[in-house]
């Protein structure tokens, strides 16, 4: 099975490409982030304005939305969070928010020990903080 995953309960892809896609008895999970299904309204606030300016965000509400959005497209395709191998995880700013995205990352992954590769990157195709690619088992 080769099957593209979608779900009406997870924030709409920004761009031409699944929620996931089914590679045998794997999910590959595409970008998820905090934006919410259906308004696209982003849990502790943006990062930035339509202008561009920098605005003040709780990375621990945007991490927890994240994290259900993950669980939320996984299953979608049958899966659940106790079947992640791996996850990598883009934050906007390593030095303000690690500690933080640590602490609720934990909350969820502590039991399951994932695989896991954190990584600061500049910016994000939508206004937030944090972003996460997962592979799990289907």
Known sequence: MNDPIH????????????HARR?????FLSGVGPRQAGSDAIPGGPVRDADGNTLLY??????RAALENVRTVLEAAGSSLDKVLDVTAFL???DRDFADYNRVY?????????????LAIRALPTPIAIEFKVI???
């Open 7 to 18: 779900s009406d309960d997870a924030p709409a892809p920004v761009g031409a490409y699944p």
């Open 58 to 63: 709780d990375i621990e509400a945007q991490t």
């Open 106 to 118: 934990a909350e969820y992954f502590a039991s399951i020990q994932a695989a896991r590769t954190t």
């Open 136 to 138: 799990a088992q289907a």
């Open 92 to 94: 906007i700013d390593m």
């Open 23 to 27: 590679f045998g008895e794997l999910l």
